[in-house]
């Protein structure tokens, strides 16, 4: 049996209502259009005593099965027992005498009807031909003449049989048993939401031989007993507790169809079947109630075949399906779709999965058959039809590839019917309303590549021509408008004459809805209807305001913070008792809160609450959080082309409360002490080759619940440089204090022992002058101005960020005395984005560093630049050299008092929010004295690896090349800096 393409393909909806019989009315893919005809509980008058039932068969002539529907070995097929007159028209009749019992599910034939008496049926003709539905459950219903049914295939109809007519039938059968059988599939299909067939075929129609009525003429007459037949594996316990009909219970044809969708919603039957046995010489004898069911094979094992570039792990997180339970039809369906979705990912598009009956039928294995057909690559992508943008303006975009070294360049109908619609859109933003677009596939003759082409209609260029305000509320209560139209069509961004785009129009409503929020207004709506013009491309925006009442916050409640303490939730409130109820502010507030890490993702909601009945005008605000484990112990390493490889152990806490020590053992395990406050704590030990750092540091970023912050540090760093290595202890202090969003001020001290050891012989007299160990103390102030959103710490896309620093040190007395400048710009601005959000920042940074005192810093508090902070240069290199102590000039650097960088640089996203390259511009200097004399300058490029698994700080590898050096200059081509957390 085929699955897949064609189940999806003619699927079609189907549903059985009480009175009448529904047929599906989708197209087939036959070249004769028909219908399934699914029929429901076939009512019929009792007939006279002399009455005969006799049942007959019709098989399906080979044509269907030559159109690939094999129905005898489908397990779900629609099936129908005529009476002989229908049987004998079809030239195929059982042996007479057998009553119906005799016929039931012996073989899987079809019965089709003829024109006349469908149509009779329904009340329509439709036609010659009908379609069979192959994948519902089994239907099975019978209208013999014992019934009343009528004795002609052409006459259909609920009068009873004449005597007159029992015996001029041929077959002269004996009275039987009469059984009425309710159709499972009718009552299936009736809580499913669609059927699904995979293939239509054209059937001649044969006689109709009952008809569908709303009420049974059994009802109300006693069940004499309920039996189940073709059990064997479920239990009857399980069975009779799905059952509404009970023995002794007047018999109910509702509660009859009820039993059979319970019964059928088990997931263990392929089919159910419920009819009733009556004697005929006794009318009133009770009831018989038989289910009859087909139980779905247990699956015994699963199996695929045929694929040989997806391995059989891959496929097996994809299928549903799990030996030892019964065969669902629904799970096997998705699991066909989910090995093909799979391929389509990997680039074979005409892959095709079925799954092979035979064996399920015979062994119980679902055996998948995939045959992956060739791997399908898009090798160009081409545009027709647009004018107004070129091809490198539509690119971006596409998610759709071509094939490359970076890229599989994989065919997927999904994604390019997404990429059709992001050229709408991205057209509709430019101002372009009537854009229209598809994409043609033009495969190569050995269908392994393929071209693909976006065909585009682009229409007029719409401007914009009136902005029209109305406010609803206000004009209603004859009342000034909060706003006039002047001050609506200020505050949007698109004003009139402007092109017509779509992303500007909804920022202007976003910021007349901000507008309305700042004062108060918390349920203003603001809706924009649009009005073209039918003779030009202009557009008039009609804006209608619902103003509603001036609401101000009442209190301001948080629930869900088990260890959290409230006021370091409260520092994120952007809301204040009795001031404007500001609904942009409640989104920064959940902005805020989801930014502080400090909770579960996605757990933050902040909702205003309907206003106060015994303070009218105020409303309350809610803020709900959930904790998540704010600790972390990290293991990882970092390598570096200025700093070897370095090792780490770090443990972490952002929620830390250093007066909440633990009251016993088990709560400090626990993570239930040190909690709560907001405080941050960091333990890191970080072992190298070149470079040891180990440090311990305390942040309270509100202290005494004000805007300053305190940070406490003490650290111990040792590095190995190539004619000397250096060793620091000591502590360092910094008050700062936040002026809103933008400013920051700090006021720093330090005290730091330094030395210097294992000197080269060779080494410049400089660094001999320093070696003794000295104490520096110092105090600093600082300034910083920044517009870079804090979610963009590490991938800036936008702003700049300011900042200015003097330092004394000696301050608090010591063996250096001397001050040090520095002065830093830095510019981030988006100048490209694609449909998926990713961006091209293009990046400015300027550095100014100087020491006044000329000769006074000793050569480890000197300036110096290379390797990552002037690549193409060796580290520390680009610097004053020095004399040894023989008096010879030393060309290793001895740091100078005046450092000055420019640099630019461009980074561009290729692959996901994984890979972007770069490319700089790196210059600068290092002297003695204010200037640029001895300018460097490199260019180069490189490539940014974003993993989530090592952390928010990307991979960076670089390739500078000089171009401007000074005598005795190092360089160095390629600079890294890797961090691998394990």
């Known amino acids: 049996m085929r699955v897949g393409a064609e189940r999806r393909s003619c699927s079609s909806a189907a549903s059985v209502a009480m009175g009448s019989t529904n047929i599906p009315s989708r197209p087939s893919r036959c070249e004769v259009r028909a219908r399934a005809i699914v029929s429901g509980l076939i009512h019929a008058q009792r007939a006279p ?199 002794g219970r007047p018999y109910s044809e509702a509660t009859a169809q009820d039993d059979v969708r319970r019964l059928y919603r088990l997931g263990q039957f392929r089919s159910v079947e419920a009819s009733l046995e009556i004697d005929p010489d006794d009318p009133g004898a009770p009831l018989t109630v038989v289910f009859r069911f087909v139980e779905a094979p247990i699956v015994e094992d699963v199996q695929v075949v045929g694929n040989r570039r997806v391995t059989d792990q891959d496929l097996a997180r994809v299928v549903n399906i799990l030996p030892g339970t019964p065969m669902d039809e629904f799970l096997l369906g998705r699991s066909i779709r989910a090995i093909e979705e799979l391929y389509r990912n990997r680039g074979f598009f005409l892959v095709e999965v079925t799954v092979d009956e035979r064996e399920l039928e015979e062994s119980g294995i679902v055996l998948f ?131 017509y785009s779509t992303q500007r129009v909804e920022r202007s409503m976003e910021a007349v809805r901000a507008s309305y929020w700042r004062l108060g207004y918390a349920d203003a709506r603001v809706q924009r209807d649009e009005l073209r013009d039918a003779e030009e491309p202009l557009v008039d925006i009609f804006i209608t305001v619902v103003e509603g009442p001036r609401f101000r916050t009442g209190e301001v409640l948080v629930q869900g913070n088990d260890l959290t303490k409230q006021k370091v939730i409260r520092r994120h409130v952007r809301l204040r008792p009795d001031r404007p109820l500001d609904r942009g502010a409640v989104r920064e507030t959940e902005r805020r809160l989801e930014a502080s890490q400090l909770f579960e993702a996605g757990s933050v909601r902040v909702t205003v609450q309907p206003e106060r009945r015994e303070d009218p005008g105020y409303r309350d605000v809610l803020v709900e959080v959930a904790e998540t484990d704010t600790g972390s112990l990290t293991f990882g390493a970092a390598v570096g082309s200025d700093s070897g490889v370095t090792g780490l152990i770090g443990l972490e806490q952002r929620n830390f409360d250093l007066f909440d020590p633990p009251e016993s053992v088990g709560e400090f395990f626990r993570g239930q002490s040190f909690r709560g406050a907001g405080q941050q704590f960091s333990l890191a030990l970080q072992p190298g080759t070149e470079v040891q750092t180990y440090s311990v540091s305390l942040t309270e970023p509100h202290l005494f619940e004000s805007d300053y912050s305190l940070t406490g540090q003490f650290f111990f760093r040792q590095r190995i ?165 023989d008096g010879t000039p030393s060309n290793e650097p001895i740091g100078g008092e005046w450092l000055f960088f420019f640099g630019t640089e461009y980074e561009h996203p290729v692959w996901r929010d994984i890979l972007s390259v770069v490319g700089f511009v790196d210059t600068g200097t290092v002297t003695n004295e204010i200037g640029f004399d001895d300018y460097r300058v490199s260019i180069g490029s490189g490539v940014r690896l974003y993993l989530p698994q090592l952390g928010q700080a990307p991979l960076a590898f670089d390739f500078g090349f000089p171009i401007r050096t000074a005598s005795g200059d190092q360089k160095s081509l390629f600079s890294f800096a890797v961090d691998l957390p394990f």
Request: include cysteine.
């Open 49 to 247: 005593p002399a009455a005969t039932t006799v049942a007959s068969e019709t098989r399906v002539s080979s044509g269907c099965r030559n159109a690939g529907v094999n129905l005898r070995k489908n397990r779900d097929k629609v099936r129908y027992l005529a009476n002989d007159g229908a049987a004998r028209r079809r030239g195929r009749t059982r042996s007479s005498g057998k009553n119906v019992g005799n016929d039931v599910g012996l073989t899987p034939d079809v019965v089709v009807w003829d024109r006349a008496a469908v149509g009779a049926a329904q009340g329509e003709s439709i036609g010659r031909s009908a379609r069979v539905a192959t994948h519902m459950p089994s239907v099975w219903t019978t209208a013999p003449s014992a019934l009343g049914c009528g004795a002609s295939p052409h006459s259909v109809s609920s009068a009873p049989v004449s005597e007159h007519d029992a015996r001029n039938r041929s077959d002269g059968s004996a009275r039987g048993v009469s059984r009425l059988r309710l159709s499972a599939a009718s009552l299936a299909l009736a809580a499913a939401s669609g059927v699904f067939a995979p293939a239509w075929c054209d059937f001649g129609v044969a006689a109709a031989q009952g008809v569908i009525r709303a009420e049974s003429p059994f009802d109300g007459r006693p069940v004499g007993v309920v039996r189940f037949e073709g059990i064997e594996r479920v239990s009857v316990q399980l069975l009779r507790n799905q059952l509404r009909t009970r023995e």
């Open 369 to 499: 058959r995939v045959r992956e057909g060739e791997r399908v690559r898009v090798t160009g992508i081409r545009f027709s039809g647009n004018r107004a943008f070129e091809d490198r303006e539509l690119r971006p975009n596409l998610r759709t590839k071509t094939a490359g070294i970076l890229e599989r360049g994989p065919l997927d109908n999904e994604v390019l019917d997404n990429d059709v619609t992001s050229l709408i859109r991205f057209y509709q933003a430019q101002g372009y309303l009537d854009i229209r677009a598809d994409r043609q596939i033009t495969p190569s003759p050995d269908g392994r590549e393929a071209i693909v082409t976006f065909v585009l209609d682009e229409g007029p260029l719409y401007s914009l021509r009136n902005v029209v305000l109305r406010t609803a509320d206000a004009e209603a209560e004859s009342r000034p408008p909060v706003f006039t139209a002047a001050q609506i069509s200020a505050i949007m961004e698109i004003k009139s004459g402007d092109i």
């Open 721 to 885: 440089f190539r004619q000397y290595d250096e060793e620091r202890f000591g502590g360092r202090t910094r008050i700062g204090r936040r002026f809103g969003d933008r400013w920051v001020a700090g006021l720093g001290t330090r005290a730091e022992w330094v030395s210097l050891s294992n000197i080269n012989a060779r080494a410049p007299a400089a660094i001999f002058d320093d070696r003794d160990r000295a104490l520096l103390t110092g105090v600093s102030l600082d300034m910083t101005r920044t517009t870079v959103p804090p979610t963009e710490r590490f991938r800036p896309t936008r702003g700049t960020r300011v900042e200015l620093a003097v330092e004394r040190v000696g301050a608090f007395g010591g063996d250096y005395d001397f001050t040090k400048l520095r002065a830093e710009h830095q510019i981030f601005m988006t100048v490209y984005e694609d449909y998926l959000g990713r961006k091209g920042v293009l990046s400015f940074k300027t550095t100014a560093q100087y020491i006044p005192e000329e000769g006074e810093a000793p050569i480890y508090e000197r300036y110096f630049l290379g390797g990552r902070s002037l690549r193409g240069f060796e580290f520390r290199t680009v610097s004053p050299r020095g004399l040894r102590r």
